[in-house]
T-cell receptor, first 114, second 114 residues
Framework: GAGVSQSPSNKVTEKGKDVELRCDPISGHTALYWYRQSLGQGLEFLIYFQGNSAPDKSGLPSDRFSAERTGGSVSTLTIQRTQQEDSAVYLC????????????FGPGTRLTVT | KQEVTQIPAALSVPEGENLVLNCSFTDSAIYNLQWFRQDPGKGLTSLLLIQSSQREQTSGRLNASLDKSSGRSTLYIAASQPGDSATYLCAVPYSGAGSYQLTFGKGTKLSVIP
């Protein structure tokens, strides 16, 4: 079946603009995660959605970052007033039910803020 | 706080050699451990998930072992091939209350020389 998909694959934006990144999880997976991978850094957790429960937003680096998940499926990560330090690869993952289940990752969105 | 370490950061081997990648974690109360592969500019591909109750998990030329008590896991790759060249990451689910992220090591970059 289809894996996790993300769009766009690449995004170049000017400092100060808002961007939206999209994630389509594996069908039937109720858990969805966003991570960020900066050059030379490890993977940084951003946010976790599980079904209809309140999301775990503990990893969001600032209030410029927000995410939503509509209908328990597609998720959108929004970064407002982008800054150069936001440049990174944003990865989305999904798992069947819980965070301890095997996580499957999408190809990522490479964001470059100029 | 769980910390995951992978040593070495980079490894270069000739084709055909067997090799071992190491992963250590500070909190042994883990639920499972997952090994991933990441090709340059790509997302993560799940290789193996080994449950805390298991000692080993095998897939093709890959074998992952887990020793919870010592806080270590190894990924053994048999008869390495140039196509195995990638960065290998290990990750464990965070075991703290109310948080649902994977904690990743920074990875081992493997180069298999033809």
């Amino acid at each position: 079946g289809a894996g996790v998909s993300q769009s766009p694959s690449n995004k170049v934006t000017e400092k100060g603009k808002d961007v939206e990144l999209r994630c389509d999880p594996i069908s039937g997976h109720t858990a969805l995660y966003w991570y960020r991978q900066s050059l030379g850094q490890g993977l940084e957790f951003l946010i976790y959605f599980q079904g209809n429960s309140a999301p775990d937003k503990s990893g969001l680096p600032s209030d410029r970052f927000s995410a939503e998940r509509t209908g328990g499926s597609v998720s959108t990560l929004t970064i407002q007033r982008t800054q150069q330090e936001d440049s990174a690869v944003y990865l989305c993952a999904s798992s069947l039910v819980r965070h301890v289940d095997e996580q499957y990752f999408g190809p990522g969105t490479r964001l470059t803020v100029t | 706080k769980q910390e995951v370490t992978q040593i070495p950061a980079a490894l270069s081997v000739p084709e055909g050699e067997n090799l071992v990648l190491n992963c250590s974690f500070t909190d042994s109360a883990i639920y499972n451990l997952q090994w991933f592969r990441q090709d340059p500019g790509k997302g993560l591909t799940s290789l193996l998930l080994i449950q805390s109750s298991q000692r080993e998990q095998t897939s093709g030329r890959l074998n992952a072992s887990l020793d919870k008590s010592s806080g270590r896991s190894t990924l053994y790759i048999a008869a390495s091939q140039p196509g195995d060249s990638a960065t290998y990451l290990c990750a464990v689910p965070y075991s703290g209350a109310g948080s649902y992220q994977l904690t990743f090591g920074k990875g081992t970059k493997l180069s298999v020389i033809p």
